[in-house]
Structures are given as C-alpha cells and as structure tokens.
C-alpha cells in the first residue's frame, strides 16, 4: 500500500473494530508506568489475542500427551491438534500439500535448516549464494557459514537510499548462475516490501532456488505460496499473533525430498539399525525430537484470529497507521524516516537529530510506550545509513490512531527537551 494513498485507507480502516480487537489482547490493557500501555513493538514479536492463550492452556489442561507414538486417547488428541495445525498452515498460505509445512523453532531454525541441509546437499565450490544488503542477520549469517562451509560465494545486493532494492546488481548476480538467492520478503529495519513475486521469477530462470525470509511478510500481508512460486518461505509464529518458540518452514516437495534430514533423533526415523537408518516421509524427516506441540496448536489459533478478521482488513489497518504516522514525521525537520520506498508495511524507522535512538527509546518507555531502538538485527542497513542505531516503531492489528498521536506528544516533548 503506498503512502500516498492515505486519505484513502484510512477511510476504509475507520471501519474495522480495534477496539472489539483490542479487548482480545489482555496483556494490552495494562498501564506501565503509570501510563496506559502503549505497544509499538510488534515486528519484534506481537502480543496474543485470549483465544490463543486459551487454546494452549486448554491443550495442557485436557490433551497434553507426546505426539505420533501413542494409541491411546490423550496421544491421539494431542497428534490430531498438532496435525490439524500442520493443515491450518497449509490452507493459510496456499501450500499443495501438508507434507511442504515443516514445523520448526521459527524463522531463524528454517533458514538454517534450510543452509545447512540444501547447502550440504547441492552447493559445491565456486557456486554462489545472494543474499541482500537489508537482511536479518538470521538471513545472512547462515549462508554466510553454509558458503564458509563449502567454499562458495556470498554476493550481496545493495539498497537504494531509499530503501528499495537495487535490481540492477541484482540481475548482474544472476548472470553468475548462483545456486540460491535468500531474501527478505519485508524489511525488519526498513519496512520495504519487496518484489519477490518478480525476483523469483528472474532466479528461476537464472537457474537459482529461492527461498523467502516471511518473518515481517505473513503478520501483515496475505502470502500464497503457489502464487510467489518460491522454493522455500520461513516465517515465526510469534510475530503473527500466536506463540513463541515455533514457525514454519514452507519448502516445495521435490526439493524437500531429495534433502538430507539436518537433525536427527525419535521421530525423524523410520528404521533404525546400527547397520542403517532409513528416514521418515515428509514434513517428519525434518522434525527429530519431540515438537513444540502445543506452540503449533497456539499458531492453528492465531491463523483463525487473523482469518477472523481477514487477511486484507489487516493489511488496509496497518497501511492506513503507516501511512498516518509517515504523514506524522514528514510534518518534523528534525524526524529522518529510514527507509522511504513506495511499497512498505509494518514499520517505521526513523531517527531524531542530535538525539540517540536509544535514549529516545527510553524517554517513550518512560511515557509508556514500547518501540524498539539499536540495529534491529540488521547491522548492515545501519551500515548503509552510517547510523548506530534507529527508533521504530512497529504496527499491530490492534493499534489505534489515537495511539499515534500520543506517540508524537512524546516525540515533540524529547525533541524539545533535547534542542
Ligand atoms: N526480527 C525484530 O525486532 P525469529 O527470531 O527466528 O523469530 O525471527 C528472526 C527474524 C528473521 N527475519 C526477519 C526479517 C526478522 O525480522 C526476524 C526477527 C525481530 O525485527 C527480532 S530481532
């Protein structure tokens, strides 16, 4: 959604009920402070609506038992909400089947499944790896180790001022013929939402397998795996409403197969002898150990919250706040927004002059207002911008305009305390 459609969605935001939303959250009605929370911080990890702390309690409270190993009932009801879980996923981002969702800790754990497993698999020396200059280090450094590993090649695509990719250096990469391009789907640090749907289809006919970082993407735009038509899509639960310690690795079947297991263990097994073991079927050939059943059953949950309220009018939501709050900071000479590409959801970066980021984190927290300061995970875009850190604040369903204003009180107030 681009900004400068803001009158526009902010109309149609007006009618969606964030304050009926709001009421599922009970963390958020709270004051820190002695200020009434106010929560910024959902790109680092969202708050839960009740329906998903309910149906974890309720799992432990009635169904808890270990998954695929017992025939009686509790085993049986506790594999039943995990793998009806797998099929929520599934549905939620248009997989073709339950065998491409592979559970896994989060976002981070997928890409390194996935650098580990596909990189031990089919790069080999003198192949490449591209990777872009505004990733998560979760989506540098395991192909960083990975190229370490087997002697290939790290490229990096640089970013515009702006933010925005350059597709230029993009495409001379391509014609190197790399075996894999790892990129973000949205910026953590900038907000930028990039043309993976368009990047993807230049890879693949460079001959590269791509593989998405969702982590930013799937809180806030619907994501639909048959139409990126990429070969793998990480993403977090925590960041889309539902629990910590779980997330998903999306990856298309044939590829899956013909990779090795990565970790190994109960459940990952089919056969075991000392002479050989031969390994489980798809998604469990990458699950070893007991999984985290019932942080999936709390991500089943969060996937019916956001399919409640519906994918889009989320989307619409978030835009319209973006928008206000990028109309906000553009009022301000002494506000820098980080990251001004046309197309961005979920964040704000910015930085205020003469002012450290992180002592205008602290001044927010001291009003009650929680946002995120530092590199964000993301040092080399801090590099770019030659700064040491910036503020950002990041949206949730369930913020308000309201909201906003409150935050450039406190804004107004530390910048005229400071000059
Ligand atoms: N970014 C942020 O405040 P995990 O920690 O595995 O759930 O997600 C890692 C990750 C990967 N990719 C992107 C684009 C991310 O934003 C994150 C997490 C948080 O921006 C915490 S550093």
């Given at each position: 959604?681009?900004?400068?459609?803001?009158?526009?969605?902010?109309?149609?935001?007006?009618?969606?009920?964030?304050?009926?939303?709001?009421?599922?959250?009970?963390?958020?009605?709270?004051?820190?402070?002695?200020?009434?929370?106010?929560?910024?911080?959902?790109?680092?990890?969202?708050?839960?609506?009740?329906s998903v702390i309910d149906a974890i309690s309720n799992y432990y409270l009635h169904d808890h038992s270990n998954v695929h190993r017992g025939i009686h009932t509790l085993s049986e009801r506790a594999t039943d909400g995990f793998e009806q879980a797998r099929e929520s996923v599934?549905?939620?981002?248009?997989?073709?089947?339950t065998?491409?969702v592979i559970f896994v800790r989060?976002?981070?754990?997928?890409?390194?499944?996935?650098?580990?497993?596909?990189?031990?698999?089919?790069?080999?020396?003198?192949?490449?790896?591209?990777?872009?200059?505004?990733?998560?280090?979760?989506?540098?450094?395991?192909?960083?180790?990975?190229?370490?590993?087997?002697?290939?090649?790290?490229?990096?695509?640089?970013?515009?001022?702006?933010?925005?990719?350059?597709?230029?250096?993009?495409?001379?990469?391509?014609?190197?013929?790399?075996?894999?391009?790892?990129?973000?789907?949205?910026?953590?640090?900038?907000?930028?939402?990039?043309?993976?749907?368009?990047?993807?289809?230049?890879?693949?006919?460079?001959?590269?397998?791509?593989?998405?970082?969702?982590?930013?993407?799937?809180?806030?735009?619907?994501?639909?795996?048959?139409?990126?038509?990429?070969?793998?899509?990480?993403?977090?639960a925590?960041?889309?409403?539902g629990p910590t310690g779980v997330?998903?690795?999306?990856?298309?079947?044939?590829?899956?197969?013909?990779?090795?297991?990565?970790q190994?263990g109960g459940e990952m097994i089919r056969?075991?002898?000392?002479?050989?073991?031969?390994?489980n079927t798809?998604p469990w050939?990458f699950e070893a150990g007991t999984p985290d059943i019932s942080g999936s059953i709390g991500l089943d949950y969060a996937?019916?919250?956001?399919?409640?309220?519906?994918?889009?009018?989320?989307?619409?939501?978030?835009?319209?706040?973006?928008?206000?709050?990028?109309?906000?900071?553009?009022?301000?000479?002494?506000?820098?927004?980080?990251?001004?590409?046309?197309?961005?959801?979920?964040?704000?970066?910015?930085?205020?002059?003469?002012?450290?980021?992180?002592?205008?984190?602290?001044?927010?927290?001291?009003?009650?207002?929680?946002?995120?300061?530092?590199?964000?995970?993301?040092?080399?875009?801090?590099?770019?911008?030659?700064?040491?850190?910036?503020?950002?604040?990041?949206?949730?369903?369930?913020?308000?305009?309201?909201?906003?204003?409150?935050?450039?009180?406190?804004?107004?107030?530390?910048?005229?305390?400071?000059?």
């Open positions: 959604m681009s900004v400068s459609n803001f009158s526009k969605v902010s109309e149609f935001a007006s009618e969606l009920d964030v304050a009926g939303i709001r009421q599922q959250f009970p963390i958020l009605h709270q004051t820190v402070k002695d200020k009434p929370l106010i929560y910024f911080d959902s790109a680092a990890s969202s708050q839960k609506p009740r599934r549905s939620f981002i248009n997989a073709n089947s065998n491409e989060g976002a981070t754990e997928a890409i390194n499944l996935v650098a580990f497993s596909y990189g031990e698999s089919f790069v080999n020396e003198g192949d490449s790896v591209v990777v872009t200059e505004m990733e998560h280090h979760a989506n540098i450094v395991p192909w960083q180790m990975m190229c370490e590993r087997r002697k290939a090649k790290l490229l990096v695509v640089p970013i515009h001022d702006d933010g925005q990719l350059n597709l230029d250096v993009y495409k001379q990469h391509l014609q190197r013929s790399p075996k894999m391009v790892a990129m973000t789907h949205v910026s953590n640090a900038l907000g930028t939402v990039n043309p993976v749907k368009e990047m993807t289809i230049l890879a693949h006919d460079a001959g590269a397998v791509v593989l998405l970082d969702g982590a930013q993407a799937v809180p806030h735009c619907g994501v639909d795996m048959q139409e990126l038509d990429c070969d793998f899509y990480a993403f977090s925590h960041k889309m409403y997330g998903v690795l999306y990856g298309k079947e044939d590829l899956l197969d013909r990779m090795a297991p990565w190994s056969k075991v002898t000392f002479e050989h073991t031969e390994y798809l050939k996937i019916r919250f956001m399919q409640e309220i519906g994918k889009s009018r989320i989307a619409e939501h978030e835009a319209a706040l973006l928008a206000y709050a990028t109309h906000l900071a553009n009022e301000r000479k002494w506000m820098r927004v980080i990251g001004t590409a046309p197309e961005k959801a979920g964040v704000l970066s910015f930085v205020l002059d003469d002012i450290h980021a992180n002592d205008v984190g602290l001044m927010l927290d001291a009003d009650g207002i929680a946002i995120r300061t530092g590199h964000h995970c993301a040092m080399p875009v801090m590099q770019h911008f030659s700064l040491p850190a910036t503020a950002r604040i990041s949206f949730g369903v369930y913020n308000t305009f309201n909201e906003i204003d409150s935050v450039y009180t406190s804004i107004d107030k530390i910048h005229k305390i400071f000059s």
